[in-house]
């Protein structure tokens, strides 16, 4: 599976974007699909995964309230809105495949947000 990520882009705080990732092949249902960024100097964190088969989503405490992920099954698509952008969001987030929540074993290329103040 290949992802691609795209939709980043340079915006004022609290204002939204709203990124997208392509996957390529197919994605079982037990497959844990999600979001994860790498602030400038900081490590990677997790952002947002979604149970592919279920749905059932999942969201850092940082986003919690101002991320949305969903998913297009038949199209094999994922996206994240993200509102009330912080400067604190800032940061290059990742399109991500796991077997697993919070274990990603597979990552896209990032999109870099940046966040104005």
């Known amino acids: 599976v290949q992802l691609q990520a795209s939709g980043g882009g340079l915006v004022a705080a609290g204002g939204s974007l709203t990124l997208s990732c392509a996957a390529s092949?197919?994605?079982?249902?037990?497959?844990?699909m999600g979001w994860f960024r790498q602030a400038p100097g900081k490590e990677r964190e997790f952002v947002a995964e979604?149970?592919?088969?279920?749905?059932?989503?999942y969201y850092a405490d940082s986003v919690k309230g101002r991320f949305t992920l969903s998913r297009d099954t038949a199209k094999n698509t994922m996206s994240l809105q993200m509102s009330s952008l912080k400067p604190e969001d800032t940061a290059v987030y990742y399109c991500?495949?796991?077997?697993?929540?919070?274990?990603?074993?597979?990552w896209g290329q990032g999109t870099l947000v940046t966040v104005s103040s």
């Open positions: 092949g197919r994605i079982y249902s037990s497959a844990v």
């Open positions: 979604v149970r592919w088969g279920r749905g059932s989503t």
């Open positions: 991500t495949r796991g077997l697993n929540l919070n274990s990603p074993d597979h």
